[in-house]
């Protein structure tokens, strides 16, 4: 099956916020935040830097697209309205399974056929 077959593609998550409504969402890095219509004010994951805990603010509006560089928590705030899509990237595999497709163990862990 291709890498980019329909399966391995994320849905986007369409976000409906009336004015002074806000959402927290948890995001994988390369995800795409896209305001359709409206004003919205973006909050990144929290971040360490210089000894002191930063958050990034952005403000967006209708046809801006924003990608999201770091794992974590982020929160969406609607000025007035704003129709937003969220495509979230595919979580990677973790160190274990990459391990596992590389060196294909399967094999030895399955009984033989006859024992049970």
């Known amino acids: 099956m291709p890498a980019d077959s329909a ?4 849905i986007p998550q369409t976000i409906s916020l009336r004015g002074g409504q806000s959402l927290r969402l948890s995001a994988t890095p390369g995800s795409v935040l896209h305001v359709a219509a409206g004003r919205a004010r ?10 002191s805990i930063h958050q990034a603010q952005h403000r967006l509006v209708a046809g801006d697209v924003y990608r999201i ?17 969220l495509r979230q990237a595919p979580a990677r595999p973790g ?5 596992l497709v590389r060196w294909p163990v399967w094999g030895l862990l ?6 049970g």
């Open 110 to 115: 399955r009984r033989p056929a006859g024992r």
């Open 95 to 99: 160190r274990v399974a990459r391990l």
């Open 42 to 51: 973006l909050h990144t994951a929290p971040a360490w830097l210089a000894q």
């Open 7 to 10: 399966a391995s593609r994320p």
């Open 69 to 85: 560089e770091t794992a974590g928590w982020i929160v969406v705030e609607s000025e007035a309205g704003a129709e937003l899509t």
